[in-house]
């Protein structure tokens, strides 16, 4: 038998990128390859790339000189190492790369990762490929016909892709460039993932897109689901104990969305709803197509449904012509808001967008200086979140054994890390923990009595269905 070849990826950026790092394992896996956790001894090596923000194409061109530099050491001991660059680098630069990167063997844009044998192939005959075109159908194909493989458990929680890429424009971002128009996976095959993981011992699924609330997928009846209608549906999968959705956008916010989170017990209380700025004047310039108002009624339509849901949020700081009065609307829309947790980004020009064209600028002190100053209100507003759970008793599903001996962690209903000292029997299983302390940003606490000690039959069974 011939020794598997060893695959090594470095992936950067979203959430996306890090599904579709397991998409890229899992199709070269029928090939024969084994992924490895070093650079040095990898037969292929694939950089995923990811073009949202800070310089992200002058950082690729530097990590490619690094690896040219593995490759020819490589190639002195007599072994051949492919270069592979993927993800919305590869999409947005693809003929610049193989001109600029001669390194580089194949570069391959997100739609086109079920390829990536057959590009392999290509360039081992041909000397390099390239890949990046927007497939009008059969986006989604290398999930059909259903192979085993194509989607393999990892653990107790999964990330599903439902949509992908967004028709909405916004004149900062990528997104709709790299990623493509927004296209929905018919909800048959997201239920056959589903369940599929569900059999291999997945209890949380987050269903993920670009812009996942623009779902709009083909319903078994021939009809368009809208995201809440899904839910609903897998909401009643055996096994999927909790339900989660990422990214989505104020505007696309209907009342199916809202119904779910008001009848389900199984979607989890916890939104991130990027909003980006508090001022009307950069919102439009954003074409964000929403009012820092629109927003708030937003947020009180959620609210209303659950009380205990909790929101994050993206900002982005110094946008073009972004003044101290319109920064402090941003500022004051957190006060009001007050998030669980929220990412917070300096504007960086992405060539290409609109924006990018925009003249007038924020200098980069005074960006830093407002990056400060929306991070420490966030910080606050997260550490007075995490130290509120202290004393009390909330559900955590367990996820793994912690670094710590003899504790497991998982996660509450909010994201947050859970310690406690248990047998790893509960791994798997929802159980209620009463919180102790917080360290840094983990909770540390006790199974609740009504769940210690758990009677050994019952431990490798859930508490909580769907
Ligand atoms: N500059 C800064 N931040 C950006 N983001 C997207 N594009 C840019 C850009 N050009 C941020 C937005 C988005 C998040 C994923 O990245 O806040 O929600
Ligand atoms: Fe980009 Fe999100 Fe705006 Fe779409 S909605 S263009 S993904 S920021």
Known sequence: MKPPRKLHIKSYGCQMNVYDAQRMVDTLAGEGFVETASVDDADLVILNTCHIREKASE??????????????????????????????????????????????????????????????????????????????????????????????????????????????????CVVPYTRGAEVSRPVGKIIDDVMRLADNGVREITLIGQ???????????????????????????????????????????????????????????????????????????MNRRHTARDYHEVIDRFRAARQDIAFSSDFIVGFPGETEEEFSATLALVMQIGYAGAYSFKYSPRPGTPAADMRETVSAAEMDERLVRLQDLIDSQQSAFNKAMIGKTVDVLFERAARNPGQIVGRTAWLQPAHVMASPDIIGQVLPVTIESLERYSLLGELAPAAAPPAPSSLSQMTTGA
């Open 211 to 285: 812009n996942v609330n623009a779902y709009h997928g083909e319903g078994p009846d021939g009809r368009t689901w809208p995201l809440g209608r899904l839910l609903h549906r897998l909401a009643e999968i055996p096994g999927i104990v909790r339900l989660r959705y990422s990214t989505s956008h104020p505007r696309d916010v209907d009342d199916s969305l809202i119904e779910a989170h008001r009848d389900l017990a199984s979607l989890m209380p916890f939104v991130h709803l990027p909003v980006q700025s508090g001022s009307d004047r950069v919102l439009a310039a």
């Open 59 to 172: 950082k690729v061109y530097s990590e490619l000189g690094r690896l040219r530099v593995v490759k020819d050491d490589a190639a002195r001991q007599g072994r051949e190492m492919k270069i592979a660059v993927a993800g919305c680098v590869a999409q947005a630069e693809g003929e610049e790369i193989i001109r600029r990167a001669p390194t580089v063997d194949v570069v391959v844009g997100p739609q086109s990762y079920h390829h990536l044998p057959q590009l392999l192939a290509r360039a081992q005959a041909h000397g390099r490929a390239l890949e990046t075109e927007f497939p009008v159908e059969d986006k989604f194909g290398f999930l059909a016909p259903p192979k085993p493989a194509a989607i393999r458990a990892r653990g107790i929680s999964s990330f599903v892709t439902v949509q992908e890429g967004c028709d909405k424009f916004c004149t900062f």
